[in-house]
Structure formats: structure tokens, C-alpha cells
């Protein structure tokens, strides 16, 4: 498989820790301290989930090397839906008229964008499809509330989209190696350790520590196992794209991997935890940086829990 295209949208409106500051307390310091977040943006009253993926959409099609109507494809993954029943992939196919596209919408919290590739492969190895469009999408500011003194100031809002062919279709293309994802509902607290439950007071982390001990440990072994087995070693990374949780948590995995200064890419400081969305915005604003043959991995945690990682070539 081969990205052909990324593309990301994020609002205009920023939050600024003061914000924060001013609703409950909590200083700029004490916030970048735990979070590593210094600013994150917020849709805006006109935006929600599924508009944010549109402008994205907008911005990517210039880059494409073929017609919107050769994707036969849609895949949309997000945890804060605008609309349960028209989901987040029906409304970009209606928007664009994308006519020959099976949509699914998918959700496995946070790293529901790896997920969402690994759809994708199943239908390229089943020849029901050969061209796709990964869309995600998070609309954190709908759902949380800012007064809580636990995890309301870590959330920004933000969409991203890819461009995804069973074949290369161009020199610009970045190959997927390999992918893996990895249900965990089995361990820790799972389902209790970050919640989004209808009529029970919106994004809730209780267990912020819970999240913290399992993200780091299996963001590193995805890493490391999808190495192993396409025969690469921690050397071989140039770039690590980690889901945007906590600046903990990813110099955590950082120092536990022994990365070099420069292979981690990181927007936590300046747009939040951006949920599912976080590594492909990462992975689209550092885009033109990558070069012929760099080995670029992308690992992700999800809330109850879920991992998973993904391998890319330039």
C-alpha cells in the first residue's frame, strides 16, 4: 500500500493555558509541566467533525495524482462523531459526490487511525477496493469540559486525511511496510481508564496513571516488534511519529527507545491531544521533510484500551 496524498485542517480559534488559568487555577506552568501542551485549538461554533474533514478533504485534492472519482473507499475514524447515523465517512462521500466508495466509520479511541488503515488493507487484500480515503477527525471541545482539573485542558480539535492506493501511483508516494493493531480491553483499567459516555458528564480520564504505565509500554513494543519482524533494528528509525497524548509519555517512549534529538515529531505544545487525528496532522505538516528511503514509524495508544503501529518508507 502507498500513501499518495496527506493533508490536515485545524481551527483558527487557540486556547491558551491562561484560559485555564483564569476558569479554575491552574497555571500555564503546572499545565505545560504535566502535559508538555502550551496551546490547543477549538472549533469553532459553525465547525464539528465532520466539516473540519471536509476542509481537510479540500486542501488534499490539489495533490492528488488522480480523479476523487477513482476512490472506491472511504474510511472515517473519530470518537467524537458530529452525527451517529450519518457518519463521518457518509458525510464527505455526500459532500463530494464520491459515488463508488463503500464508507465506514470506525472508532478504537485514540488509535483509531492505524485501525482505520488496517480496513483498508483487508479490502486492497480482498480486491473490493484499490483506492482509499482515511479520514480522522476529533471534535474534543464538543464533549469535554474545561472545568475538569484532571484532563480538561489537554484536548484540541483537528482533522486529518490520507490518500491511500494498493499501487504506487507516484514517486511522491510514502509506502506502507507493514501495520499492526492490538485490542487490550483485557488489561489495566481498559474501558474505565478514559470514557465518553452519553449523559455522564462528557471526556473523563480517572485514570490518568493507568493510561500513563500501559501508553508507554506498548507504544514502545509496537515499535519494537513491528521492527523485528520487517528485519529493522531501533537504528534504522529516522522519524518517530508517537500519538500526541502527554509529553510524558512520549519522552517516556523517546528514552526508553533511544531516539536521537530530531527523530521524535512532536505538535502536542501547540494544538493539544488531537485524539486519533494527532499522527496523521503530525505526519502531513512534516511531510515535505521526509527524504528518499527514510524508515518513518508511527505508534499509537487508544483509551480501552488499544495500540498499534505503523510502518512507512519514503
Known sequence: MYINAVCHYLPEIIISNDHYTNLNGLTDEWIYKRSGIKRRTKAGSDENTNTMSIEAMKAAISRLPYSLSDVDLIVGATYTPYDTIGTLAHAVQGYFNIHRAKAITITSACSSFVNAVEIVEGYFATNKAQRAIVITSEHNSAYNNDRDEQSGYLWGDGAAVAFISKEKDSEKDIKILDLNTT????????????????????????????????????????????????????????????????????????????????????????????????????????????????????????????????????
Not at 455522564?200 to 493507568?210: A, E, I, R, S, V
Not at 515499535?223 to 500519538?243: A, C, E, R, S
Not at 512532536?266 to 491531544?273: K, L, S
Open 183 to 314: 485490542g487490550l480491553g483485557h488489561i489495566g483499567k481498559g474501558i474505565e481508564g478514559v470514557y465518553l459516555r452519553p449523559r455522564n458528564g462528557g471526556l473523563q480520564m480517572p485514570y490518568g496513571k493507568d493510561i500513563f504505565v500501559y501508553a508507554c509500554k506498548y507504544m514502545v513494543s509496537e515499535v519494537k516488534n513491528i521492527l523485528k519482524k520487517n528485519h529493522f533494528t531501533l537504528d534504522d528509525i529516522d522519524y518517530l511519529i508517537p500519538h500526541q497524548a502527554n509529553f510524558r509519555i512520549i519522552d517516556n517512549v523517546a528514552k526508553t527507545l533511544g531516539l536521537r534529538n530530531g527523530q521524535m515529531i512532536m505538535n502536542i505544545e501547540e494544538i493539544g491531544n488531537t485524539g486519533c487525528a494527532s499522527t496523521l496532522v503530525a505526519l502531513s505538516q512534516n511531510w515535505d521533510r521526509f527524504l528518499k528511503d527514510e524508515l518513518i514509524v508511527i505508534t499509537v495508544f487508544g483509551g480501552g484500551y488499544s495500540s498499534g503501529a505503523m510502518l512507512l518508507k519514503k
